[in-house]
């Protein structure tokens, strides 16, 4: 194996870095969809922004299908070849998604730019990680790493919206086109020519498994995400799309099983750890969808366009870079996890109360933008604790199949089944709202009485909103009780015999906590 940087010899250190930078974030950011921008593709393109969301959780399902055949083509390819092959192949992909008006070609291309964006993705993050914790302190790597990239992703988002408000819903795609050729010029001249001392050969790679995966996470998208549009378990294409999605994941966990090269190891999910965090991203997934309720005040209510939303969102890096700093100096001084992770679900719930008490015809922004610090905290102490968590005590081949799944479940399973949930409630809630204003009025005695319809409709979306925010906010009683039962690697059974003798009423004076 070789065990100089990915570029060639020549190439000065502080042109690597900016060269490793420079590659880094774009590729990072490069998508099939971006989230600032979804209501503008699915008016461009005239079709139901159910279509634009599938295809935005479909690049999550990709970047996890990567995940299980990383470590191979890293040993199999050049690193020049596999960033060159794949930003070439990214750059296609996104002008396809820039010129067609077809939502399944969106669909399709997304799914693939999460897939192959990953691979030069892991060729940058290796020496990064290297130069954040060249001692392997994966904490340090995780508080450092992203708030860097929570917070690029959410300015890359402004400026996407801006380029669609100044443009056209195109131009984002049509620019990340180019930076992509970039990269693949960039690494044909600076990257060295070197690789891994033998080939592992693609063969061995159980692709029918590959395709087994998409396939059955690409139906549970089509089901979260069409479950509202489609009168929820009344139509048969939902049914059906529950079914193949969880009966395909059954034969899944069946082949890998039986084979003797596993590609996912679904032992790993029987350890603590792995499966305590895999419940406390569904509870991350139903704070992060409770942005809707958001989307749909701020645009339907008070007529905000995607750019105002986008600079809003801006206020949660001074959050983000808090959540890290807190995580640096917490891992260095060996603090609780539980606390840390209790204090992010409190900071998720803090914003969601703010949103709550908001909520009313007119509002100043500035209290969106103090609610989106908070709202950065959460997001940046979730990411940071429940990854660390979730990856404690892993060997490499463990830690590879975990990450495969947990990357799908918090990038899409969690959200989209956050999504449904929160979908249902307000619709629900919102019928219930219209229902109740109904029984004040009377349309026969009022002069043009439809006329009011725009604002009873307004009025039942914040009366809505705020019975579902209202909810979030006192789910934090119930996840917090079920952080406080769990040690997360740390019980002290010291403790379990002091609150003992507490109990049976024995002395514990001089004893220390």
Request: proline share 3%; glycine share 8%; net charge positive.
């Amino acid at each position: 194996m070789y065990n100089k940087a990915p570029f060639a010899s020549w190439v000065p250190k502080p042109v690597m870095l900016l060269l490793i930078l420079g590659i880094l974030f774009p590729v990072m950011t490069v998508s099939g969809v971006y989230t600032s921008n979804i209501t503008d593709i699915s008016g461009a393109l005239a079709t139901y922004t159910e279509y634009i969301s599938m295809a935005n959780n479909a690049g999550a399902i990709g970047m996890g299908c990567a995940i299980m055949i990383l470590m191979r083509i890293k040993m199999r390819f050049r690193t020049k070849e596999i960033i060159a092959g794949s930003a070439i192949i990214l750059a296609i992909l996104s002008y396809m998604c820039g010129t067609t008006d077809s939502p399944v070609v969106l669909i399709v291309c997304s799914l693939l730019i999460g897939f192959f964006k990953m691979f030069p993705l892991i060729e940058m993050v290796l020496p990064v990680m290297f130069i954040l914790s060249p001692t392997g302190d994966r904490g340090k790597f995780y508080a450092i790493f992203y708030p860097l990239s929570i917070g690029f992703a959410q300015l890359s988002a402004y400026y996407f919206a801006q380029m669609v408000f100044d443009g056209s819903w195109q131009t984002p795609y049509l620019f990340m086109s180019a930076i992509m050729l970039v990269i693949a010029a960039l690494s044909l001249i600076f990257q060295h020519n070197q690789r891994f001392g033998f080939k592992m050969p693609l063969y061995q790679i159980d692709w029918f498994s590959l395709v087994v995966f998409a396939a059955s996470m690409m139906s549970l998208n089509y089901f979260f995400v069409f479950m509202k549009q489609q009168n929820w378990f009344h139509s048969p294409n939902i049914v059906g799309s529950l079914m193949i999605g969880v009966g395909l994941f059954i034969a899944l966990i069946y082949r890998q099983n039986s084979l003797k090269r596993k590609m996912l190891d679904f032992s790993v999910f029987k350890k603590r750890n792995v499966s305590h965090s895999l419940i406390l991203l569904l509870f991350l997934g139903l704070y992060l969808a409770s942005s809707s309720v958001y989307t749909q005040y701020a645009i339907g209510v008070l007529g905000y366009n995607n750019l105002v939303n986008a600079h809003t969102n801006l206020w949660m890096i001074p959050g983000i870079v808090i959540a890290g700093i807190l995580a640096f100096y917490g891992f260095k001084n060996k603090w609780y996890l539980k606390y840390y992770i209790a204090l992010g679900f409190v900071f998720f719930a803090l914003h969601t109360l703010c949103l709550y008490l908001i909520i009313q015809p007119q509002m100043d922004i500035r209290y969106l933008e103090y609610a989106s610090i908070l709202k950065g905290l959460g997001m940046g102490i979730l990411f940071i604790g429940i990854w660390f968590y979730a990856s404690l005590n892993l060997g490499m081949n463990e830690m590879m199949g975990m990450i495969a799944v947990l990357i799908v479940v918090r990038s899409f399973l969690a959200t989209a089944l956050g999504g449904a949930i929160i979908g249902w409630a307000s619709y629900q809630s919102q019928w219930q709202s219209l229902n109740d204003i109904s029984m004040y009025l009377d349309a026969g005695a009022i002069p043009n009485g439809m006329a009011i319809y725009q604002n009873i409709s307004l009025n039942a979306l914040m009366a809505s909103g705020k019975i579902v925010l209202g909810t979030l906010t006192w789910l934090v009683v119930p996840i917090l009780i079920f952080i406080a039962t769990h040690s997360y690697g740390s019980f002290h059974y010291k403790r379990v015999v002091l609150l003992r003798k507490k109990i049976r009423g024995d002395s514990i004076k001089g004893y220390r906590f």
